[in-house]
């Protein structure tokens, strides 16, 4: 498996990072088994892995620590922090009083006493980055953190950050977290070159695109095609029907080009040269062991070029999947005057 390095901070990660969201009640329940696919991963040349504390409530995190206990210093490890953690008011968001109380439960869970980069889940318009990267910035000079990054930042809030680093002497943000297959290509306009610009590492999230580029016969079956996640596979929806029309033609690409729906996809987004590494969550062995089969893909630039027939560069395809596409804050119901 081919390395980079990891946003200028010299440290070494394999291109392929294990994403650990499925491990625990929001996927697989069955903690040996998780145990295993994790340790699998490492045993396949992916030394990468990333989870958050709200994953499964803390559950994920339990798993890594167990999977990793004996081989965590040969294991680059990354955990988020934001998201709501509980049902008081001060159990999420980036405020200096929850940045450090949200990393010493994530150090606990994981069973070590650093993380290799903590980042921030989403954007909190509630709070000052300058008070978020000084917490931040102490953490790391703590030895607690080698290295902070964002997730889901727009280009301008990535702008502000790193400019508020340099301004204020804090540690800034050396990687960012978005979502980005070939069927959300929307991240190529600004994100990309916005973290290029400033020599980040990007971990792109996504690149089945919650399943529809899983390679199964029929992608609105399955378990997230149900529950809250129903309405990605919902045909009625506008531009739902638009992603089931390129799948179909990216179906047949991938069988002319002689490889799978999901090697076709991950290896798509790896080509991009602002990408450090690819999150793949699988949640059975069986899925993990297909995803590894891939890793030696390369496509060629015919190959390419017809994925941007299918799907153009910078294009959605439908620019309403719910989980790229957040409410900015001024359009927030809670924020508007009226």
């Known amino acids: 498996m081919e390395r980079r390095i990891l946003g200028g901070t010299g440290i070494s990660v394999s291109e392929y990072a294990l994403g650990a969201m499925m491990f625990g009640a929001m996927g697989n329940t069955d903690h040996d088994e998780s145990v295993g696919m994790i340790r699998a991963a490492l045993d396949g040349g992916i030394d990468f892995v990333d989870t958050a504390d709200v994953y499964s409530g803390g559950e994920s995190e339990v798993i890594v620590g167990k999977a990793l206990a004996g081989r965590r210093d040969s294991v680059v490890l990354a955990t988020k922090f934001g998201l709501p953690m509980g049902d008081e008011p001060n159990q999420g968001g980036a405020s200096p009083r929850w940045v450090k109380r ?37 953490l790391v000079r703590e030895g607690k953190v080698r290295a902070i990054g964002s997730s889901f930042f727009s280009p301008e809030e990535t702008v502000e950050a790193q400019w508020t680093a340099e301004r204020r002497g804090h540690h800034r943000f050396r990687t960012e977290q978005p979502p980005y297959s070939i069927l959300t290509r929307g991240v190529e306009q600004r994100v990309l070159p916005t973290a290029q610009r400033y020599g980040m590492g990007v971990l792109t999230f ?57 090697h076709l996809a991950i290896a798509f987004v790896r080509a991009h040269p602002a990408v450090t590494s690819v999150l793949i969550g699988p949640r059975r062995p069986e899925q993990l062991a297909d995803l590894l089969a891939g890793v030696d893909v390369r496509l060629s630039d015919d190959v390419l070029d017809r994925i941007d027939e299918i799907v153009p560069p910078g294009v959605d395809v439908h620019p309403g999947d719910f989980y790229i596409n957040p409410t900015p804050p001024i359009l927030d119901k809670r924020l508007r005057r009226r």
Do not use: C
């Not at 606990?108 to 910035?137: C, F, K, M, N, W």
């Not at 309405?231 to 739902?240: E, H, I, K, M």
């Not at 638009?242 to 729906?261: F, N, P, Q, R, W």
């Open 102 to 138: 949200a990393l010493e439960g994530s150090l606990r869970r994981l069973g070590t006493d650093y993380v290799d980069l903590y980042q921030l889940h989403r954007p909190d318009p509630a709070t000052d980055i300058d008070e978020t990267l000084g917490a931040l910035s102490d």
């Open 206 to 262: 996504g690149p089945l695109n919650s399943g529809w580029l899983s390679g199964r016969a029929d992608p609105t079956t399955g378990h997230r095609a149900t529950g809250r996640g129903a309405q990605v596979f919902d045909l009625s929806r506008p531009g739902v029907q638009a992603k089931a029309d390129a799948v179909a033609e990216l179906t047949k690409l991938a069988a002319d080009a002689g490889i799978s729906v999901p």
